[in-house]
């Protein structure tokens, strides 16, 4: 596993975050990754770099578009290591054109998903029965559920408004078996 995850949210959500494995938090309202990485120096340390980076805002519907500062602070290939790569779960028009047609440079993925039963059921397990560490310690894969609603058209459209608020801290479920 890695070392160091470092999480970049507001700083109201830096403890749910930790909570989540986070070694360390960046407040996006009070400083960017790339000045983070800085660390007042004039240019980013190559030690300083990501192996990986994944990219879970840019695009995903107030505008942000943190690809380009993301792909800079990826680390160079080495005799020994790969080249840092991105991973976006949207990207911009282009992104996805190119990534369905000519393809992405090496480094560079769009999450593309067909769940299927047996997708869900894993991770189901993994929630119920969990894993064991390499050190012998057991771990439970915990799913963050911001609001349970009753599958009702009133609280469908709040949970829609929840969601395009970006404001959940979680995901937004509707309960079938309470349809009030």
């Known amino acids: 596993g890695a070392k160091e995850v470092i999480a970049v949210c507001s700083g109201k959500n830096a403890d749910l975050v930790k909570g989540l494995g986070a070694t360390d938090v960046i407040d996006y309202t009070q400083t960017d990754i790339t000045?983070?990485?800085?660390?007042?120096?004039?240019?980013?340390?190559e030690e300083a770099k990501f192996d990986a980076i994944y990219d879970a805002a840019s695009y995903s519907g107030a505008g942000e578009d943190y690809k380009d500062a993301s792909l800079k602070l990826l680390k160079l290939?080495?005799?020994?290591?790969g080249h840092g790569q991105y991973v976006a779960i949207n990207g911009s028009p282009l992104f996805w054109i190119r990534g369905l047609t000519i393809g992405l440079p090496a480094n560079q993925h769009l999450l593309l998903m067909k769940?299927?039963?047996?997708?869900?059921?894993?991770?189901?397990?993994?929630?119920?029965?969990?894993w064991e560490e390499q050190d012998g310690s057991k771990r439970n894969l915990k799913a963050i559920i911001?609001?349970?609603?009753?599958?009702?058209?009133?609280?469908?459209?709040?949970?829609?408004?929840?969601?395009?608020?970006?404001?959940?801290?979680?995901?937004?479920?509707?309960?079938?078996?309470?349809?009030v």
Request: a negative charge; one cysteine or more; charged letters at 30%.
């Open 35 to 45: 000045s983070y990485c800085l660390d007042g120096a004039d240019a980013v340390k």
């Open 146 to 179: 911001d609001q349970i609603l009753p599958f009702t058209e009133e609280a469908v459209s709040k949970g829609f408004e929840l969601l395009k608020s970006r404001r959940a801290k979680g995901k937004i479920v509707f309960d079938f078996e309470k349809q």
């Open 77 to 81: 290939p080495t005799d020994t290591n």
């Open 115 to 130: 769940p299927t039963t047996e997708d869900f059921d894993y991770l189901s397990n993994l929630i119920d029965n969990g």
